[in-house]
């Protein structure tokens, strides 16, 4: 596959099959589901009487025009416009931004780390944003019950619980099912919010005043700490702006782009104006200014669909955090894990349990603990706007190293969005206190993860080379062979941490059977930086005599590991393998923390219950299970 040239080279579209339309469509029900939804919370939490903002004609017509030009400056400039040609071969989102980044840096080892780690970061924030979203949009939606009918508000916790744990329950069985629905429930949506708001805004004309920026920086200057204070309730019309990005790879950026301009941002646009125009008019609509946007009559149906649209985006967010989960695994950051694919024609639908079960304790914990989208949107934020930051911060890496442009610009260009990204999220860490440690906590434990098992990863490479010392594999099987060794039938595959280190696997069959088959294969499994690897370049065979072959197996962040495949990939190089005929050696390490060698003890320990715990090897690989041997070893590190 080649790269790219550069940014000015298009997004590579995989479902070439589907009309521009189509794609645009799809994209409308998966990607902005996020962002398409915060109308419902935005404009209450800003004036929630604890931030101590007061409603006057002033800071309705400041926040709406803050919100407006935040939407057309950070999302339609820096992610539609800047970020999107930031494409590693069509992918994009966070990790594939960080594969870009590093691999532009690779001269530069000590950059090169400090990168993979706030890439990994801005990763692990992600998780804590995919516990809030469907936490706080689900809940949002649900309290429209208690405008419609104040008597239901004991019950709004109580139904909200019970939507988002049916969520959770149905995503073992994949997307494909309601997946056909998301793109015409959306467009559905976002057409209601656009005409509500509309027809607000056409009885209080005096909201499109908003368009003016220079009454959004008035309300700045003259509100100080206040109007601060307020950038963290603000940003929540912003997110999902990440998705964006993260969603290229599927549809390609012109239907993203189509959507967005077409459809999105003006019903966006549409409805905030429409929420201020209420506000404006009746000061008593505060309380829920979305809700407050329809009649009496229309209020039940728009909870439903409310409803329906926040299951969407949070569908959106958890399907996300199983690809991101993937990528991580590939590129080295996380453990493997149990992966069910839930789409025989879709390799990207995927579900991964343990993740499910995890982002769902904590959505349970989020409701209960928080118990409404307004002490919720107190918690939101910090995820999201660390994670813009650290994207706008690997942008700057691409945009200098990958793409040569001059160092001035580039400081100007990712300068100028960072100056922006950091006042929102200095803005949310004021609300570390009310609930925003609750995501910063969810992000910290996956980091101390992410870092914890791409450290200890790498210890165990340099562990496996000590243990070998100076002798390669070929120097090894030279001086077994130089004595009598009993070969037995068949075909042994032994996986290897490192294509040139004696795997553990070989030594203790060799200690406990004194035997080797007739043909032994050392496969090593290795990542690149890039989505996808073209199969007829998985492979690379190297004899080593004795009809003995090293292996090299290549896949990208985003292929599936599929062993036995890559076996049948041989034969075209000359090498036949039938892998119903094989045997796997396998090493199951016993790691022992002994401190003082690469972390600190309590990290080597959790390092060590992790390959403990670790998922199986043999359905990561896609191995027959009858058709492997698992060997123990210990290793220090």
């Known amino acids: 596959m080649e790269s790219p040239s550069g940014p000015q080279a298009g997004a590579q579209i995989r479902h070439v099959d589907g009309s521009m339309a189509k794609l645009a469509l799809a994209a409308i029900g998966i990607v902005f589901g996020d962002i398409g939804t915060s109308p419902l919370y935005t404009m209450s939490t800003v004036f929630d009487v604890n931030h101590g903002l007061t409603l006057t004609r002033a800071n309705v017509l400041g926040v709406v025009s803050l919100i407006i030009w935040s939407l057309m ?138 368009f003016n920026p220079f009454l959004g920086l008035e309300f700045l200057v003259r509100n100080g700490w206040l109007a601060f204070v307020s950038l963290g309730a603000l940003v929540l019309a912003l997110t999902g702006a990440e998705a964006l990005y993260a969603d290229m790879g599927h549809f390609g950026a012109p239907p993203i782009r189509l959507s967005w301009f077409a459809l999105v941002l003006p019903a966006l646009g549409l409805n905030y104006l429409g929420q201020g125009a209420l506000l404006l008019s009746d000061a008593k609509a505060v309380d829920n200014p979305f809700f407050r946007l329809f009649p009496s009559v229309a209020l039940f149906p728009m909870v439903l669909l409310a409803t329906v649209a926040t299951v969407i985006a949070s569908q959106a967010v958890i399907s996300g955090a199983f690809s991101m989960t993937k990528q991580a695994m590939q590129l080295g950051f996380m453990p493997r894990m149990g992966i069910v694919h839930t789409s025989e024609r879709e390799v990207g639908q995927i579900y991964v349990p343990a993740i499910n079960w995890l982002l769902l304790i904590g959505v349970v914990a989020a409701v209960l603990g928080f118990g409404s989208s307004t002490a919720l949107g107190s918690a939101y934020g910090i995820a999201v706007t660390g994670t813009m930051m650290i994207t706008t911060f690997l942008t700057f890496y691409v945009v ?75 120097q090894y099987l030279d001086g077994l062979f130089a004595k009598e060794t009993i070969r037995v039938p068949g075909t042994a595959v032994f996986l290897s941490i490192d294509i040139n280190v004696v795997p553990h696997a070989l030594v203790n ?77 396998l090493s199951h390490a016993t790691v022992v923390a002994t401190g003082g060698k690469g972390m600190p003890v309590w990290r080597e320990r959790l390092f060590s219950v992790m390959v403990h715990n670790i998922g199986n090897i043999a359905a990561y690989f896609k191995l027959t299970a009858n058709r492997v041997i698992e060997l123990g070893s210990r290793v220090e590190i």
């Open 73 to 210: 400056i950070v999302v339609t400039l820096k992610y539609v416009t800047l970020i999107m040609r930031a494409h590693n071969h069509g992918e994009g989102g966070i990790m594939a931004l960080l594969a870009l980044a590093s691999s532009s840096v690779m001269d530069r080892p000590r950059l090169r780390n400090g990168l993979l780690l706030a890439g990994a970061f801005g990763a692990a924030l992600f998780y804590g944003d995919g516990v809030i979203t469907p936490a706080i949009s689900v809940l949002s939606a649900v309290e429209g019950l208690q405008v419609a009918e104040p008597r239901l508000k004991p019950f709004v916790v109580s139904i909200a619980l019970i939507v988002l744990i049916a969520l959770f329950l149905v995503q073992r069985r994949g997307t494909t099912g309601i997946g056909a629905v998301f793109g015409p429930v959306m467009v559905l949506w976002f057409g209601v919010i656009a005409v509500s708001g509309l027809l607000n805004v056409s009885r209080a004309p005096a909201v499109l005043a908003a």
């Open 400 to 474: 200098r190293y990958a793409w040569h442009y001059n160092w001035l610009l580039c400081v100007l260009a990712t300068g100028f969005f960072f100056v922006i990204d950091f006042a929102f999220f200095s803005a949310n860490l004021l609300k570390f206190v009310d609930g925003g440690w609750f995501p910063l906590l969810l992000g910290a434990i996956m980091f101390i993860v992410m870092s914890t098992w791409h450290r200890g990863r790498a210890l165990m490479v340099e562990e496996a080379h000590t243990h070998a010392g100076t002798l390669s594999l070929a």
């Open 509 to 585: 069959n060799l200690e406990h059977n004194h035997v080797l088959h007739e043909r032994a294969l050392f496969v090593h499994v290795t990542n690149l930086d890039v989505p996808y690897v073209p199969r007829e370049q998985r492979v690379a065979i190297t004899p080593l005599g004795h009809n003995c072959h090293s292996i090299v197996v290549t896949y990208g962040f985003k292929d599936e590991a599929n062993l036995p495949q890559a076996l049948r990939d041989c034969e075209p190089k000359g090498l036949v393998v039938d892998p119903a005929q094989v045997s796997y050696f």
